[in-house]
T-cell receptor, first 109, second 117 residues
Framework: QKEVEQNSGPLSVPEGAIASLNCTYS??????FFWYRQYSGKSPELIMS????GDKEDGRFTAQLNKASQYVSLLIRDSQPSDSATYLC?????????FGTGTSLTVIP | NAGVTQTPKFQVLKTGQSMTLQCAQD?????MYWYRQDPGMGLRLIYY???????DKGEVPNGYNVSRLNKREFSLRLESAAPSQTSVYFC????????????????FGQGTRLTVV
């Protein structure tokens, strides 16, 4: 079983819609959770970090963490074509980051 | 602030050749990492260094060696390149959040696109 699982997609949403990305992780001692966006040919860039159960909002982005269910999600509101990218879920268990394989998102104008 | 700098950006090697990928960070981070990224496989950890003077194997260490030269620099060496090592390589660094033991996010370099023919 992989440490971090994501739906690989691809996920397509119309412009202005809400995109929902999901991630589950296997290690219960995980304490730090991150969402990265990666454009083709570029390096991953941080979108959100979340450390406590509940929701964390930053602009159009909301991260949700449920440690009991070992589940992290990212909601993108008012999706824009510029949001089209691969989104990586990452979990830190102490010394290592574990990454999911990514979900490809396409926002259709 | 440069962040994490990797060199080179592109490299073509012949099978059996050796090379070193360089990585330097200017954020005074203790932890540094080398990942490879292949289509459909996500980011896989090759080696990491939790602090200056320590290195540990990750998920896919075979065929690679690393050196944590000092706190800033963490290099990755391919002693005898193989076509299976064709990939995009990313260096990253991170630090513990002040006052707690959990980690900040990983900051990534621009990547090195390596082709072994």
């Amino acid at each position: 079983q992989k440490e971090v699982e994501q739906n690989s997609g691809p996920l397509s949403v119309p412009e202005g819609a809400i995109a929902s990305l999901n991630c589950t992780y296997s290690d219960r001692v995980s304490q730090s959770f991150f969402w990265y966006r990666q454009y083709s040919g570029k390096s991953p860039e941080l979108i959100m970090s979340i450390y406590s159960n509940g929701d964390k909002e930053d602009g159009r982005f909301t991260a949700q963490l449920n440690k009991a269910s070992q589940y992290v999600s990212l909601l993108i509101r008012d999706s824009q074509p510029s949001d089209s990218a691969t989104y990586l879920c990452a979990v830190n268990t102490g010394n290592q980051f574990y990454f999911g394989t990514g979900t490809s998102l396409t926002v259709i104008p | 602030n440069a962040g994490v700098t990797q060199t080179p950006k592109f490299q073509v090697l012949k099978t059996g050749q050796s090379m070193t990928l360089q990585c330097a960070q200017d954020m005074n981070h203790n932890s540094m990492y080398w990942y490879r990224q292949d289509p459909g496989m996500g980011l896989r950890l090759i080696y990491y260094s939790a602090s200056e003077g320590t290195t540990d194997k990750g998920e896919v260490p075979n065929g690679y060696n690393v050196s944590r030269l000092n706190k800033r620099e963490f290099s990755l060496r391919l002693e005898s390149a193989a076509p299976s090592q064709t990939s995009v390589y990313f260096c990253a660094s991170s630090e513990k959040r002040q006052g707690v033991w959990v980690s900040t996010e990983a900051f990534f370099g621009q990547g090195t696109r390596l082709t072994v023919v």
